[in-house]
């Protein structure tokens, strides 16, 4: 698969995971000074990473979810627990890769997630 293929498959699965809204928000936002950005997350990000075969999106969303709970990476982990839903996740499952972070990342981590997720979810619900 070339770059361009790379970027097109990419592109598609940015939009199944993360919705047309956030991929025509962040197509909307890009400029000759992040334009490069853009292509590199849709070609490997997106176009690498999440079409591999290896692991289903669910947990690739559980995975995700608690990387960027362990770095405090909120944005990101708002953007991802919105992914999460739409791969399947339940708002309790969400809740259970968030307690395993307190138990490896700490308390302080999950705490912040945790307070992410909750609004997150209270959003997409109402």
């Not at 705490?111 to 209270?122: D, I, P, Y």
């Amino acid at each position: 698969m070339d770059d361009r293929e790379r970027h097109e498959a990419g592109m598609t699965v940015r939009r199944q995971v993360l919705g047309d809204a956030h991929v025509d928000r962040a197509i909307a936002n890009t400029d000759e000074f992040t334009a490069d950005f853009q292509d590199f997350i849709s070609r490997y990000a997106w176009g690498e990473i999440w079409t591999r075969p290896g692991l289903d999106r669910r947990t690739r969303s559980c995975i995700t979810l608690a990387v960027l709970a362990t770095l405090g990476h909120d944005e990101e982990l708002a953007m991802h627990v919105r992914a999460a839903l739409r791969n399947g996740l339940t708002p309790e499952e969400v809740g259970e890769v968030l307690l395993q972070v307190g138990v490896y990342a700490g308390v302080p981590a999950a705490n912040r997630a945790f307070k992410v997720a909750q609004q997150t979810l209270r959003q997409e619900a109402g």
